[in-house]
């Protein structure tokens, strides 16, 4: 009995020790593992390649959209995706460490405001950017020192291992590369017909700040005015990065189509878009 024993404590000491080095391996370089997602609907690809899922994409593009909005420069959105990136993997979580929320985990608590508000991913981003405006010299910082100085975290480093899918998805949701955001949307969106065209109409212009932007008059197409290619691809990919949770169909700019039915950009056949459009449609109501 006591050999038996003595096998089975050993076999326990084992195990602990194991476990317990799969700790510190998580804790030192949990950095340069990436797990896979449950859901990988959405790539990016501009001088670099990022996977996310649509809930993900979408908060990103809020997040970069509102950061044009408050005129700050892309540096800044660079920092608030490695930020959301490291808090909450860019998911409007409703949980946290003692009281945080959202894609920041920001606490109430702590004065950024009340639990609805924080779970608001246009607020969140606002909160944030007001918050990195007061850091003094933050722009000549490194990613994580400025993620830090706003977030108080107790892992100061953790913020500087996102800072290369930030880059890539500053890039494309700013306008800089073209047809760099494809998402694929299930055969279900979450809405359509004249309820999602509003719906995306109306969030297309509280995140970037678009006065006047009219509802669809035909219900489901719709026109966005670009003054040039660079806001023309700062919409067009917002609305991709927007089609699971808003049931768009297809987005055209320039000579290049996204459609839900494929999932990626291809050259448009007979004609092209006006360059001073963007062009959508949302799924017609069943």
């Not at 089975?8 to 030192?28: K, R």
């Not at 979408?58 to 800044?76: C, D, F, H, K, Y």
């Not at 929320?101 to 246009?122: A, H, K, M, V, Y």
């Not at 400025?146 to 949701?173: G, H, I, T």
Request: aromatic share 8%.
């Amino acid at each position: 009995m006591r050999t038996r024993a003595a096998i089975v404590a050993a076999g326990v000491a084992v195990c602990v020790l194991a476990l317990l080095g799969v700790y510190v391996v998580m804790q030192q370089f949990g950095h340069q593992l990436r797990l896979p997602m449950a859901s990988r609907s959405c790539t990016v690809e501009a001088d670099g390649r990022v996977v996310l899922g649509a809930d993900q994409m979408a908060n990103a593009a809020t997040i970069a959209a509102i950061g044009v909005q408050r005129q700050m420069p892309e540096r800044a959105v660079v920092v608030a995706l490695a930020t959301a990136y490291q808090e909450s993997h860019l998911r409007n979580i409703a949980h946290g460490d003692r009281d945080s929320l959202g894609l920041f985990q920001q606490r109430p608590s702590q004065g950024w405001g009340t639990p609805e508000q924080i779970r608001d991913p246009r607020y969140a981003a606002e909160k944030f950017y007001a918050a990195l405006k007061k850091v003094k010299g933050w722009q000549q910082l490194r990613v994580t020192e400025a993620a830090q100085r706003v977030q108080r975290s107790a892992y100061p480093e953790a913020y500087q291992k996102w800072a290369d899918e930030s880059e890539v998805l500053s890039r494309a949701l700013l306008g800089h590369a073209t047809g760099a955001v494809a998402c694929t949307v299930g055969p279900t969106p979450t809405m359509r017909g004249p309820a999602a065209a509003s719906a995306l109409v109306q969030n297309l212009a509280l995140d970037w700040g678009l006065p006047g932007l009219a509802a669809p008059t035909d219900l489901t197409d719709f026109t966005v005015p670009a003054t040039d290619d660079r806001n023309g691809w700062r919409y067009a990919h917002w609305l991709v990065s927007h089609a699971d949770d808003h049931g768009v169909k297809r987005v055209r700019f320039g000579n290049l189509e996204w459609t839900a039915e494929h999932g990626t950009w291809a050259k448009v056949k007979g004609g092209v878009a006006a360059p001073s459009q963007v062009l959508a449609e949302v799924f017609a109501a069943t």
